[in-house]
Nanobody
């Protein structure tokens, strides 16, 4: 009953920028953490960025200083600003949200979007 829809992917030259958006909808009481993951062909899914409900962020070294995650709690939306893109950033990017479905929930349930393609050319 919770759906995440990503947008903003596309083709960009190395050194360029993209801004991804992910909007959550459905039966949602509140959202705890939200994040972005990516998966390239033949590789494992990896965490790109994570943001808590309070705004604390985490980035792996591979994107630190280049990517910025942010969120709008009123809109149940998370963003990923990607700057200084390199070919290694090419992947399908997935949005993730840890959702409290109701006020009675004891724990969150994790939901995923369908992904948006990002291709960085050299």
């Amino acid at each position: 009953q919770v759906q995440l829809v990503e947008s903003g992917g596309g083709l960009v030259q190395a050194g360029g920028s993209l801004r991804l958006s992910c909007a959550a909808s459905g039966t949602i009481f509140s959202i705890n953490a939200m994040g972005w993951y990516r998966q390239a062909p033949g590789k494992q899914r990896e965490l790109v960025a994570r943001i808590t409900s309070g705004g604390s962020t985490y980035y792996p070294d591979s994107v630190k200083g280049r990517f910025t995650i942010s969120r709008d709690n009123a809109k149940n939306t998370v963003y990923l600003q990607m700057n200084s893109l390199i070919p290694e950033d090419t992947a399908v990017y997935y949005c993730n949200a840890d959702v409290y479905r109701t006020r009675f929930a004891i724990a969150t349930t994790s939901y995923w979007g369908q992904g948006t393609h990002v291709t960085v050319s050299s």
